[in-house]
């Protein structure tokens, strides 16, 4: 009964590959984030899509794509990538219309660029 | 530009005291500010929250305190256990902009 899953969890790779990372909730909620952490442990928002409409887009290269099939999956997709993308990955999602703003996380993706 | 920041990156206690965790922040505009914990190789778990119009929200052996005058916030927990040993994560939102701001983590140590 996984609230927030992503696959994979680990994902180790050689610079200039193209991969991807996917994201599934079934908390039925209509808001989902892409937030990386890097090597000092900063956490920070990337991507927000509500309703599979993309409404948060934080300075990220355009090197990374998400993609959101329905609004219980949001995907990302990263293009010719570099030693600084290294990094975890998490997906998370969040309901529409309460208070308090909890956002739910999943499990997170470590991301090893070679 | 850290919005929110935790300047103790890590913090040891014996099992059975108080453990607080400080917070701070530079943005007036946040209404909302929660705590995260997180373990090794998981996600970020909500812990508790609280709105900016609050000073005080207490769940179990968790309470928030909001010193918006100072831009402060702290999270008590009473008694610490060796099982809440984890990074706590502080983060505040600004409402209309959906975007969750975290402070860089404090290291909880509960010694038993």
């Known amino acids: 009964d996984t609230a927030v899953s992503q696959t994979p969890k680990y994902l180790v790779t050689q610079m200039g590959n193209d991969k991807s990372i996917k994201c599934e909730q079934n908390?039925?909620?209509?808001?989902m984030y892409w937030y990386k952490q890097d090597s000092k442990k900063f956490l920070k928002i990337m991507f927000s899509y509500n309703n599979k409409e993309l409404i948060i887009n934080e300075t990220v290269p355009n090197r990374f794509s998400p993609k959101s099939p329905d609004k219980a999956h949001l995907n990302l997709h990263i293009n010719s990538l570099e030693l600084g993308d290294s990094a975890v990955y998490f997906c998370?999602?969040?309901?529409?219309?309460?208070?308090?703003?909890?956002?739910?996380f999943g499990p997170g993706t470590r991301l090893t660029v070679l | 530009d850290q919005q929110v920041k935790q300047n103790s990156p890590s913090l040891s206690v014996q099992e059975g005291r108080i453990s607080i965790l400080n917070c701070d922040y530079t943005?007036?505009?946040?209404?909302?500010f929660l705590w995260y914990k997180k373990y090794p190789a998981e996600g970020p778990t909500f812990l508790i929250s609280?709105?900016?119009?609050?000073d005080k929200n207490e769940d179990g052996r968790f309470t928030v305190f909001l010193n918006k005058s100072a831009k402060h916030l702290s999270l008590h927990i009473v008694p610490s256990q060796p099982g809440d040993s984890a990074v706590y994560f502080c983060a505040a939102i600004r409402g209309a902009t959906n975007k969750l701001i975290f402070g860089t983590g404090t290291l909880l140590a509960v010694q038993p």
């Open positions: 609280i709105s900016s119009i609050k």
């Open positions: 998370a999602s969040r309901p529409a219309g309460v208070t308090g703003n909890e956002q739910f």
């Open positions: 908390l039925g909620h209509d808001t």
């Open positions: 943005n007036s505009m946040f209404d909302y």
